[in-house]
């Protein structure tokens, strides 16, 4: 029964995702999905409530079902709550002028959340896909930092980091 929530959260969030870059599809590949979020009012309203719907049922069942699964420390529990807060948060906040700087800086607190979860889940259980979806977040995260806002392909970086990210995790549901 457990289990129904990520399932349910991760192929929601999915089915969710394409269809926001089919409705809005401003900027194509190159843009991250919350680039295709801020092309309108609607864009960022339907953003947000995917997030409001999805993240609460995966944070719900990585707290009661893999935190204690994989025995993570209360550290996993505090930081995939400041990655679910955060990312709910720059969902809300639109990436484009005058809140880019502040859609950026919410989104920061959320990739070190990630990154911080994902490195605990990988501690604990040696999973090398955990560390390919570590190592896919970094290479994101750097590129971005390199390429800044010329940066090509950003949609398909950010779906594969998700994709090895929620791939990652089920595969402890079927271990």
């Not at 950026?104 to 560390?131: D, H, K, Q």
Request: aromatic share 14%.
């Amino acid at each position: 029964m457990i289990h129904s929530l990520f399932f349910l959260s991760t192929i929601a969030l999915l089915i969710g995702l394409f269809y926001l870059v089919k409705k809005w599809p401003d900027g194509g590949i190159n843009a991250t999905f919350s680039h295709h979020a801020a092309s309108t009012e609607n864009a960022t309203k339907y953003y947000m409530a995917l997030f409001l719907v999805t993240l609460p049922l995966f944070t719900t069942w990585f707290i009661i079902w893999l935190v204690p699964w994989l025995h993570l420390p209360l550290a996993a529990i505090v930081m995939i709550c400041v990655a679910t807060i955060t990312q709910i948060w720059a969902a809300a906040v639109p990436e484009r002028s005058p809140s880019v700087d502040l859609h950026r800086a919410i989104t920061s607190l959320s990739i070190v959340g990630i990154i911080s979860v994902t490195s605990m889940v990988l501690y604990v259980s040696r999973s090398s896909i955990v560390a390919l979806s570590l190592a896919c977040m970094l290479a994101i995260l750097g590129y971005s930092v390199v390429r800044r806002d010329r940066a090509r392909y950003q949609l398909l970086l950010q779906a594969g980091f998700y994709t090895i990210f929620f791939v990652a995790l089920g595969s402890f549901i079927t271990a």
